[in-house]
């Protein structure tokens, strides 16, 4: 869980979005965090203290004089602990407050006491956001060192459409996970595919397979996550663009071909999850087969090019991961492909244990033999793969010089 043994004072102030904090506060529990909630009072008009409560599993704050807190300093005794904190719903009023170092309420007086990272996920209407006087107030907070997760663009609860939207809670809490994380992949480039190819026969049919992509796209976050500038080029999956990730979405193999060698001179990483088709139809029809006489008709495959063989055997290649999906002899099937493509890792799974589900199993296997990781979601596998990665990417810097 990629919030493990982190403890997040979650601010809630007064704005529509207000309601968004109870499904974040149960995604950050989801993540294992502990979470303390403290909310303005104007945001105990939009959303209960009783619900955050509920869901955080502790008692809820919003006054300076608060009798709960022994000592008399609820800002000093809840701003103790805690790993950052995450003010959601952040309205004009509170960014003004903050830039003007005011404390006249619980949550801008935690804000001024905290010595832990400042989180803001701001909610305004367009043009409040727009306004000189809040862009004067973000330069500054900005300037203070706080972190902005958004606002985003879109329809908002007055009607109007512009900036000032908040982030989607998964967004902010991928946000927040990112901002938490350890940046081992600082400065580099990762590049990846994810998801199955579809290779056309006619216009309606195809050769695919049941790749579900969230390997890839776990991979893709988790990285992103670590730091790194992250390029996802995707066969066709229903999956949403995890946050910070640029996605490109191709469908044929020789489509993602073409999207990974644009941009893989440039990559420092290159994994290789996608469950590219090894054949296509040589010709794919411009009309839809019919059924001739019930004779089927004859469709002749050609082979696809292998996307991580070409990567590999680039003159400077990124460092290459690659993936190795097995219905049996694991080890040795996943170790021969390793040698064949010419790569420094692979990440060997059964079918029977990963493939299109939510969980996995797999084991690693480089240079100095095989790795088992420990079964488990695959958002979690993901984050483990991605530390080992960076840390033989460490070791093959060191050993370059
Ligand atoms: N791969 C690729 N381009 C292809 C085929 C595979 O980039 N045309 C990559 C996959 O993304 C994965 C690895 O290579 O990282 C899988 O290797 P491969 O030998 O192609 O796997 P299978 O198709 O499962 O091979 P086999 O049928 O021999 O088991």
């Given at each position: 869980?990629?919030?493990?043994?982190?403890?997040?004072?979650?601010?809630?102030?007064?704005?529509?979005a207000a309601y968004k904090a109870a499904a974040l506060l149960r995604d950050m529990r989801r993540a294992g965090a502990r979470v303390r909630v403290v909310m303005t009072e104007?945001?105990?008009?939009?959303?209960?203290?009783?619900?955050?409560?509920?869901?955080?599993?502790?008692?809820?704050?919003?006054?300076?004089?608060?009798?709960?807190?022994?000592?008399?300093?609820?800002?000093?005794?809840?701003?103790?602990?805690?790993?950052?904190?995450?003010?959601?719903?952040?309205?004009?009023?509170?960014?003004?407050?903050?830039?003007?170092?005011?404390?006249?309420?619980?949550?801008?007086?935690?804000?001024?006491?905290?010595?832990?990272?400042?989180?803001?996920?701001?909610?305004?209407?367009?043009?409040?956001?727009?306004?000189?006087?809040?862009?004067?107030?973000?330069a500054t907070l900005l300037g203070d060192g706080v972190c902005f997760f958004g606002p985003a663009s879109g329809v908002q609860a007055c009607g109007d459409e512009g900036e000032?939207?908040?982030?989607?809670?998964?967004?902010?809490?991928?946000?927040?996970?990112?901002?938490?994380?350890?940046?081992?992949?600082?400065?580099?480039?990762?590049?990846?595919?994810?998801?199955?190819?579809?290779?056309?026969?006619?216009?309606?049919?195809?050769?695919?397979?049941?790749?579900?992509?969230?390997?890839?796209?776990?991979?893709?976050?988790?990285?992103?996550?670590?730091?790194?500038?992250?390029?996802?080029?995707?066969?066709?999956?229903?999956?949403?663009?995890?946050?910070?990730?640029?996605?490109?979405?191709?469908?044929?193999?020789?489509?993602?071909?073409?999207?990974?060698?644009?941009?893989?001179?440039?990559?420092?990483?290159?994994?290789?999850?996608?469950?590219?088709?090894?054949?296509?139809?040589?010709?794919?029809?411009?009309?839809?087969?019919?059924?001739?006489?019930?004779?089927?008709?004859?469709?002749?495959?050609?082979?696809?090019?292998?996307?991580?063989?070409?990567?590999?055997?680039?003159?400077?290649?990124?460092?290459?991961?690659?993936?190795?999906?097995?219905?049996?002899?694991?080890?040795?099937?996943?170790?021969?492909?390793?040698?064949?493509?010419?790569?420094?890792?692979?990440?060997?799974?059964?079918?029977?244990?990963?493939?299109?589900?939510?969980?996995?199993?797999?084991?690693?296997?480089?240079?100095?033999?095989?790795?088992?990781?420990?079964?488990?979601?695959?958002?979690?596998?993901?984050?483990?793969l991605i530390e080992h990665i960076a840390h033989l990417l460490e070791k093959t810097y060191a050993r370059a010089g």
């Open positions: 869980m990629e919030l493990q043994d982190k403890t997040i004072l979650l601010g809630v102030c007064g704005g529509v104007a945001a105990t008009r939009f959303i209960t203290p009783l619900t955050l409560q509920a869901l955080s599993g502790e008692a809820v704050y919003t006054g300076l004089w608060d009798e709960r807190i022994a000592n008399g300093m609820p800002h000093i005794e809840l701003s103790r602990g805690i790993d950052a904190v995450l003010v959601v719903a952040a309205t004009a009023d509170f960014l003004a407050r903050m830039a003007t170092g005011r404390a006249e309420d619980l949550l801008s007086t935690i804000a001024l006491a905290r010595k832990t990272p400042l989180f803001v996920a701001p909610a305004m209407n367009r043009q409040m956001w727009e306004h000189p006087a809040t862009r004067r107030n973000v000032g939207r908040m982030l989607e809670p998964e967004e902010i809490l991928e946000a927040l996970i990112a901002a938490l994380t350890p940046r081992r992949l600082a400065g580099k480039k990762v590049l990846l595919t994810a998801g199955p190819t579809f290779e056309a026969i006619d216009p309606v049919r195809g050769l695919t397979n049941l790749s579900s992509g969230r390997m890839g796209y776990a991979l893709a976050r988790a990285a992103m996550q670590a730091g790194a500038e992250v390029s996802l080029v995707s066969g066709p999956v229903e999956l949403a663009a995890p946050y910070g990730v640029r996605v490109s979405r191709v469908r044929s193999a020789l489509e993602m071909r073409e999207a990974v060698l644009q941009e893989a001179t440039t990559a420092d990483l290159f994994i290789a999850v996608a469950a590219v088709a090894d054949y296509r139809a040589e010709e794919v029809a411009t009309q839809k087969h019919k059924k001739e006489n019930g004779r089927p008709p004859e469709i002749r495959l050609i082979a696809n090019p292998d996307i991580l063989a070409e990567v590999a055997a680039l003159p400077r290649p990124p460092f290459c991961v690659g993936f190795a999906a097995e219905s049996e002899n694991l080890e040795t099937f996943a170790e021969e492909k390793r040698k064949r493509k010419k790569i420094p890792l692979i990440v060997g799974n059964l079918i029977q244990e990963g493939f299109g589900g939510k969980t996995n199993r797999v084991i690693l296997f480089d240079e100095e033999g095989s790795h088992p990781l420990p079964p488990g979601e695959k958002q979690a596998i993901a984050h483990k």
